[in-house]
């Protein structure tokens, strides 16, 4: 029932695990953990989405890379908006803002800086990141 959820959405956050399956959220998190563990499925910001390896078996390359891709736009876009605002951005904030693990946090924030959008103002533990000026 999850994984056709996930087909049917995209992506699936645990609320809705526990309803498309009418479990419990202790049981939803042991079952998103169990499809984790079997590579079903991966964390995606604040929810999951289908696995590279599903996607190959359920839908398309293409539609795994666009759903990353719209995830990656999304989240640059909220970064930048967020230093714009406040000047500078930490990686913490990055979590919070795009719903990110620590190292998903990270990949984008390098990301960006290889696309020379954001640059390291502060290094070390309490890194800052900054616009770029052009």
Do not use: H, P
């Not at 079952?31 to 563990?37: A, F, G, P, R, W």
């Not at 499925?41 to 696995?51: A, D, N, P, R, W």
């Not at 000047?87 to 913490?92: A, F, Q, T």
């Amino acid at each position: 029932m999850i994984l056709r959820y996930i087909v049917e959405n995209r992506k699936i956050k645990l609320g809705d695990v526990q309803k498309a399956a009418w479990i419990s959220t202790e049981d939803a998190r042991k079952c998103c953990t169990e499809l984790l563990k079997f590579g079903l499925i991966e964390i995606t910001g604040k929810g999951y989405m289908l696995s590279a390896r599903v996607y190959g078996a359920v839908k398309s390359d293409i539609e795994y890379t666009r759903d990353k891709t719209v995830q990656y736009i999304k989240a640059k876009d909220m970064i930048t908006e967020y230093i714009k605002l406040q000047g500078y951005i930490n990686r913490s904030t990055v979590q919070e803002l795009c719903g990110f693990t620590n190292q998903q946090a990270r990949r984008t924030i390098e990301k960006i800086k290889e696309e020379n959008i954001i640059e390291m103002s502060n290094g070390g533990r309490y890194a800052k990141y900054i616009l770029k000026e052009i």
